[in-house]
């Protein structure tokens, strides 16, 4: 890409806040433009300014790991609040998953639950996988191996590797279940 074009996109990513976030992920990935960390936080910020979901959801992620910024869990609490206002899926999964273990100081397992339901209910694999984990462990719920095995089944079937491993798991213990009480009638 030459400096002209180079130019002409960094004036459209400001122009539009979809463009200015994916020419920051362009920065720090090294696609079509040098890594710039800097100019990416920034176009990244200026984008969340704005009110875009998924500027603000990378600058969250950034946040609670330290990546490419100083990390803040205050910050990143604010940032996953806006995005999952806005119904983006992977923001209101990320915010249930905080609550679940409590990134920020704030515990709360009710609120990670009702935060993995709608993001599950909006096609969020990983919230899926979530709450298979939560009926797993009684995280929130009561301990419920059937409906662990229910979330479990559509995480791997929505593509989420991890959750094959507890499908298998969990049907050998309930396999074990039923014939422990077969043998006992």
């Known amino acids: ?3 002209n074009q180079k130019t002409c ?3 459209s990513a400001l122009l539009d806040d979809e463009s200015q976030c994916d020419l920051a992920m362009q920065y720090l990935r090294r696609r079509g433009a040098a890594k710039d960390v800097d100019k990416a936080i920034r176009l990244l910020q200026d ?4 009110g875009y979901f998924k500027a603000q959801y990378y600058l ?11 990390k803040d869990a205050a910050k990143a609490y604010e940032f996953l609040q806006k995005s999952a206002y806005q119904n983006y899926p ?10 679940a273990h409590g990134l920020g100081g704030i515990w709360d397992f009710e609120k990670s639950i009702e935060l993995f339901l709608k993001a599950a209910e909006l096609g969020s694999a990983e919230a899926e996988e979530n709450l298979g984990m939560s009926y797993y462990l009684g995280r929130g719920v009561r301990q419920d191996l059937k409906k662990a095995l229910y ?8 593509g989420v590797k991890r959750a094959e491993g507890f499908v298998v798991i969990i049907e050998k213990r309930l396999s074990e279940r039923r014939k422990t009480r077969g043998r006992k009638l």
């Open 1 to 3: 890409m030459d400096e």
């Open 90 to 99: 992977p923001a209101i999964n990320e915010l249930g998953f905080c609550y």
């Open 60 to 70: 969250a992620k950034f946040y609670i790991k330290g990546n490419f910024v100083k």
């Open 9 to 11: 996109c960094e004036i």
């Open 151 to 158: 979330w479990f089944r559509r995480a791997k079937a929505h």
């Open 47 to 50: 984008s969340a300014a704005k």
